[in-house]
């Protein structure tokens, strides 16, 4: 009688090495299968981000109200409604302080929700601020803030270069600064007037680490 015959050292090492690089190929696959769904992850939370970023802007500037706000300490002039490209002195609205960051824009707006039913009003003091990268929209507690009144903070977009806003003036020519810094628009009118000019649009650009410069133009009602 043969004896059964099995497989030999030889043959068990080539079915081990075959079944090794079986094993490695799937795991690689697995893994840049991983990789690959954290990766479309995370740039769908950046571009959920961007586009709730432009949202929010696009719904302060539609909403721009002409009601400028007063300073928070001292009898300085008021706030213009809307001011971009801020200087230091007018930047003291944020904290208070020069020492603050600088928004990058301030407004007033209409649309402030009020589902308990407080006694304020519905016009709301907002301003968005760039630091390290990152874009954050604040909004005061009150209209006329003082040395007291707190701020809401909310980051909304991250991996951001930078932040550019320009303004258009009454005679169709973009401005990079708002109230502009020539006034030329204003000639003739008082400063009350000026402090609620309003432009005739504004074109926001975010240049972003993952989708590079997004351009957006919004029309400015009344």
Do not use: C
């Amino acid at each position: 009688m043969k004896r059964a015959r099995g497989f030999t050292l030889i043959e068990l090492l080539v079915a081990m090495f075959i079944a090794a690089i079986m094993f490695a190929l799937g795991y690689g696959a697995i893994r840049q299968a991983l990789t690959t769904h954290e990766s479309l992850k995370e740039q769908q939370e950046h571009l959920l981000e961007l586009q709730n970023a432009v949202r929010l802007l696009e719904q302060d500037f539609v909403q721009l109200a002409p009601r400028p706000v007063r300073q928070a300490v001292g009898n300085e002039p008021a706030q213009p409604a809307l001011a971009g490209g801020v200087t230091s002195t007018q930047s003291s609205l944020s904290a208070g302080v020069s020492s603050a960051p600088l928004p990058i824009v301030a407004l007033t707006r209409n649309g402030w929700a009020n589902p308990a039913g407080l006694q304020r009003t519905g016009l709301q003091r907002v301003a968005y601020y760039l630091e390290n990268g990152t874009l954050r929209r604040e909004n005061w507690n009150v209209l006329d803030p003082t040395l007291a009144s707190t701020t809401t903070r909310r980051d909304l977009l991250t991996h951001v270069k930078s932040v550019t806003i320009r303004y258009l003036d009454v005679n169709r020519a973009w401005q990079d600064q708002w109230p502009p810094a020539t006034n030329a628009v204003l000639i003739g009118q008082s400063q009350e007037l000026s402090l609620r000019q309003r432009p005739l649009a504004v074109e926001i650009t975010l240049d972003t680490e993952d989708w590079g410069k997004v351009v957006r133009i919004v029309e400015i009602a009344g």
